[in-house]
Structures are given as structure tokens and as C-alpha cells.
């Protein structure tokens, strides 16, 4: 059987109408190359340019989804595919929106004994100084449910209303912010795929400020896979990464992002459902450390898809 066989005609959910449309758009292309050269009947597929009940009459029998950010990792395209009974790669829809809130992806873990920054839920009429006088300095403003660094302000000090206009920042991506603590140390990445916690990937950012630029677009970010870590320590994030997958829900693959301290205590930032696949991405970087292949990862994930 050949993969065509095997899948049938593959939808590759890519693009869509979310702050992070360029960069899925790169996942997107990526994936559709990957996909035909492994013999599957993969096109791509634009949800901010075609209607999603397309995807039923055109004959499509699964959608890889490489969307990222809001109506693409949220739940919401993932109901949609539900409703046409496709099965699609990734998350569920709980799962999906669950990870996408970091403030309730947080409540979860903390519920849990999952490690994670201490934070604050925040609003216009926040007492800042006291945030401050709860968090310390510096601290990171955020958007709750955003991705890509997208609306991110490191906060080191207050004294023109810095907290206030990272707050506005950030409001305006979502009307849900988060303020929180700032941890300093080594920033890791763990990847996901099927019942499998890759290897970690130690993430060492110029002035180490990974930010949507460094991410996606320069080279001056540098990414090692080996990490670095002890077996022992690495064995233990790894299992703790697939402990709080798990936990939100989540399924088929995803990558959850941590800062290890210098004390050798680590704490969980978020978990992403549908990471990046560009060329920059860092669970394609960690299955080449497994030797599995770009295209034989794309495989693989399809291979998962489910309806619910």
C-alpha cells in the first residue's frame, strides 16, 4: 500500500485568518512538499480563503492541520472538522482550547503539580505596584491567548508606566492578559509526537530575546539537540513534558516550552497543539535527532489523524 493509498486526498490547513497566518503559511508549504514526496495526495488548504464544507465537497478524507494561533488552535477549527466527521491531526477541540488559554492551561497544571511561573490575571484597574510588590522585577506581560511571542513585553522597570503599556500592548490581542514572573534561565523546548517525548532542544537566543524575529526568521538563534543536560535530568523533564500534555488533553503531537533555573528546578511556560513545521521549527529539529526524517514526521503525524 502506498501512502496515497493509505491516506486518501489530504487537506493541508494552512494560512487562516490568525495573527500568525505567515508563519502557518510557511508550516503549510512545508508540510504539502513533504507529504507529496512521501506519494500522499496532499493540497494545500486556506480556511481564510475557502469555506471549510469545501473540504467534504471536494473529497477530502483528512486535513493535516498546520494552522497556528486563534481559529486554528483553538478548538474551532478543530469542532468544524468534527461536525464533517474529517479526521484531522493533533488535538481535540477541549485539548485545543484548553492549551490555547495559557491562564487555564496554568490553573490546570498548578492543580496538578505541574511547575509554572506565578502570575496574575490583570485588568485596567490593576494596582501595578503591587503586582510588582507580588511578581518582583522584571516581569513578562502577555497575552493569554496568543502565540509567536505575539504582543510579549519584558518588563524590567516602573517608573513611566511601563507595566501599563505592555498592559495595552497586550490588550490589544486579546482581552485576557497575563502578567508574570520572570524566570531566569535556560530556555528548552519538548516535543511531542504520538506517546513520544523527543529530545530536548536548549534554545540560546541572542541577548536572550527569542523573540517572533528569532523564531522564524534569523539565523542567529542557535538550537542544540543534544541538549546539554545530564541523561538523568533529561529522562525527568521529558516524562514530566508528557505528564502535562497529558494533562491539558492534549493528543497526537505538540511541544511544550520551559525554563530550566540554575538550581536544576525547571517550570513549564505552555503548551503549543499545532508547533511550527517552517524551517526554523524545533519538533522537526528534534526527530532529526531521533533520525526521523522532516517528511517521515509529517507522515507519521497524518497517520494519527482522528475524529474526535
Known sequence: ?????????????????????????????????????????????????????ELKRDGFARAFIALHGRYGEDGTVQGALETLKLPYTGSGVMASALAMDKWRTKLVWLATGIPTPRYRVVDERSDWMRVVAELGLPLIVKPAREGST??????SAVDHDELALAFRAAREHDDLVLVEEFVEGEELTASIVGRRALPLIRIVAPQGNYDYEHKYFSDDTRYDCPCGLADAMESAIRAQSLAAFDIIGCSGWGRLDLILRADGTWTFLEVNTSPGMTGHSLVPMAAKAMGTSYADLCVEILRGAHVG
Request: no cysteine.
Open 150 to 155: 505575539i504582543g510579549i513585553t519584558r518588563v
Open 1 to 53: 500500500m502506498t501512502a496515497g493509498d493509505e491516506f486518501g486526498k489530504v487537506a493541508v490547513l494552512m494560512g487562516g485568518p490568525s495573527a500568525e497566518r505567515e508563519v502557518s503559511l510557511m508550516s503549510g508549504k512545508g508540510v504539502v512538499a513533504a507529504l507529496r514526496e512521501k506519494g500522499v495526495d496532499a493540497h494545500p488548504f486556506d480556511p481564510a480563503e475557502r469555506d471549510l464544507w
